[in-house]
């Protein structure tokens, strides 16, 4: 990594969950214990599927959710360590974690690709047009406001086009909105790898699952397989492989992201 021309990091959900925003366990009953008593909901990911019977309810469940995941920087400072390892050196971000612990952390947002959304931002639910909208006013005023797992009618967000009720800019289904950002980010990202894609590049892998490995595993193998100058580096908890073509450029390490960011620096 210190000799590269280039550093590309993917970072998937376990990389949050290392920097302590775990979905699960103490964080989500110190948040979320009464619709845990009300709904049986277990976990802050399954209840973002819940059927709440209102836009009241839901809006007081995805408030919380996107103010303690989006606008509170992550309990550990795995992001923050990050970045004292790599601000230094010439990296892209590519990311499927939509609570923009990279921007809090001081990454250049310019060397940013969040390709499955932003918790801060607003769409429409239909969508009629492919545009979002910065929440964080109206997320706020829900904490402060909401009453019995409620907000008050009149903070519900509709649509400035259409009316029609708002969501959040997450990818679930084919209503995800690509908006002019998206779009501007996603050029960045292309051109970063083609611009180094046959240089000494490290493929940097933190965290990410087998949800969905098309975005940024499959894609940091193909690469590295092409590229005979290329590296590929996967840390993950419990899940760090390789396949057998680019084994003798890879290296896999098991272990906490945190820990090993942490040793990273020490030895520099």
């Known amino acids: 990594m210190n000799n590269a021309d280039a550093i590309v990091i993917g970072a998937g959900a376990g990389l949050s969950a290392s920097a302590g925003l775990t979905y699960s366990g103490e964080r989500f009953c110190k948040y979320f214990s009464d619709f845990a008593e009300k709904y049986g909901i277990r976990d802050m990911y399954s209840g973002g599927f819940y059927p709440f ?9 995805w408030s919380r959710h996107i103010f303690f ?5 992550a309990p550990k400072p795995v992001y923050d360590d990050l970045f004292k390892f790599v601000k230094d050196k010439n990296c892209f971000v590519l990311t499927t974690n939509v609570d923009h612990q990279f921007q809090l952390a001081g990454f250049d947002k310019e060397r940013l690709f969040y390709t499955q959304g932003d918790y801060g931002l607003f769409q429409c639910s239909v969508p009629c047009h492919h545009k979002t909208y910065d929440n964080e006013d109206t997320i706020i005023a829900m904490i402060e406001r909401q009453e019995d797992m409620k907000v ?3 903070l519900i967000p509709r649509c400035p086009v259409c009316g029609e009720p708002m969501t959040v800019n997450l990818r679930s289904d084919d209503k995800f909105v690509e908006d002019e950002g998206w779009h501007k980010a996603a050029e960045r990202y292309n051109n970063f790898i083609e611009a180094y894609r046959d240089k000494n590049i490290v493929y940097l892998e933190l965290g990410v699952g087998g949800n969905t490995p098309v975005i940024i ?12 100058n290329a590296s590929y580096i996967c840390v993950n908890l419990s899940e760090s492989f390789c396949p057998d073509e680019i084994i003798d450029r890879s290296i896999c390490v098991n272990a906490d992201i945190g820990e090993v960011i942490k040793e990273l620096i020490a030895d520099r």
């Open 69 to 73: 995941n989006r606008y509170q920087k």
């Open 53 to 61: 019977p209102d836009n009241e309810t839901f809006w007081a469940w």
């Open 152 to 154: 008050p009618t009149e």
């Open 217 to 228: 595993k499959y894609p940091f193998w193909r690469l590295t397989a092409e590229n005979e």
